[in-house]
């Protein structure tokens, strides 16, 4: 019983000394996080003339009750946006708009834009195109 006892304290020792440093290292979660789904190069066919152009299409996740100042698009590239789930709202210049799923929009180059979504996560697909 005694041996039961203390083996039973020295668990709760290790408990009370860890316990601090397991809360210490929980890091908040992310606004948001994206995935690569394809990057390269695509051939066009133009009046007959093959033509390659680099295209990126990525999907992002973004977290209920976020604030993304900046999403980090592709700099002098078109942006092609598309909610796929959730609603959120847009800040493109001084603009701010709501939108919700099955919604698309490009965002020109050189432009930024902003996100902050409510009590619902969003996912968005974007397709990056250089501009020309």
Request: aromatic share 8%; glycine share 8%.
């Amino acid at each position: 019983m005694k041996g039961t006892q203390r083996l039973i304290g020295g668990f709760a020792v290790i408990a009370m000394l860890f316990a601090p440093a397991m809360s210490w290292s929980q890091q908040p979660a992310p606004k948001f996080q994206s995935r690569v789904l394809f990057d390269g190069k695509v051939t066009l066919l133009t009046q007959g003339k093959e033509d390659s152009i680099a295209v990126d299409y990525k999907t992002w996740m973004i977290a209920s009750h976020a604030t993304v100042d900046d999403l980090p698009l592709a700099a002098n590239s078109y942006v092609v946006v598309e909610v796929h789930s959730g609603k959120l709202t847009t800040i493109i210049g001084d603009e701010r708009q709501t939108r919700s799923a099955g919604e698309f929009w490009v965002v020109a180059s050189g432009q930024k834009m902003g996100i902050v979504t409510d009590d619902r996560a969003a996912i968005l697909h974007t397709l990056t195109l250089p501009s020309r």
